[in-house]
């Protein structure tokens, strides 16, 4: 069992930038891969980015590439994800989520994620 609590959400101008943190209790937290995803208004769960296991394995959805960075600090039990260029539709409530099985490339957007934070809220205004 993990715990996951999100946090570094806020209000930010249009070309600003933000970082999420996901702290993650227990001491097994080396042993999940993490994924960030998000949900605006009215629209289904999206997909952000994961990362494995030791932080070699990294997946980014198609329209974060360039601007979104997933990172993981497994001596503080935390992934992080840094926001630049933040657009008024990266509007969402975001997530963190953390899955038993390692992944790799695709497999990272594949895979499973049995543990869900409660999720930070990022207002980009125009």
């Known amino acids: 069992q993990v715990q996951l609590v999100e946090s570094g959400g806020g209000l930010v101008q249009a070309g600003g930038s933000l970082r999420l943190s996901c702290a993650a209790s227990?001491?097994?937290?080396?042993?999940?891969?993490m994924g960030w995803f998000r949900q605006a208004p009215g629209k289904e769960r999206e997909f952000v980015a994961a990362?494995?296991?030791?932080?070699?394995?990294?997946y980014y959805a198609d329209s974060m590439k360039g601007r979104f960075t997933i990172s993981r600090d497994n001596a503080k039990n935390t992934v992080y994800l840094q926001m630049n260029s933040l657009k008024p539709e990266d509007t969402a409530v975001y997530y963190c989520?953390?899955?038993?099985?390692?992944?790799?490339?695709?497999?990272?957007?594949?895979?499973?994620?049995?543990?869900w934070g409660q999720g930070t809220q990022v207002t980009v205004s125009s």
């Open positions: 989520a953390a899955g038993a099985r390692d992944c790799s490339g695709y497999g990272c957007y594949l895979n499973k994620y049995d543990y």
């Open positions: 227990g001491r097994t937290f080396r042993s999940y891969a």
């Open positions: 990362i494995g296991w030791s932080g070699d394995n990294i």
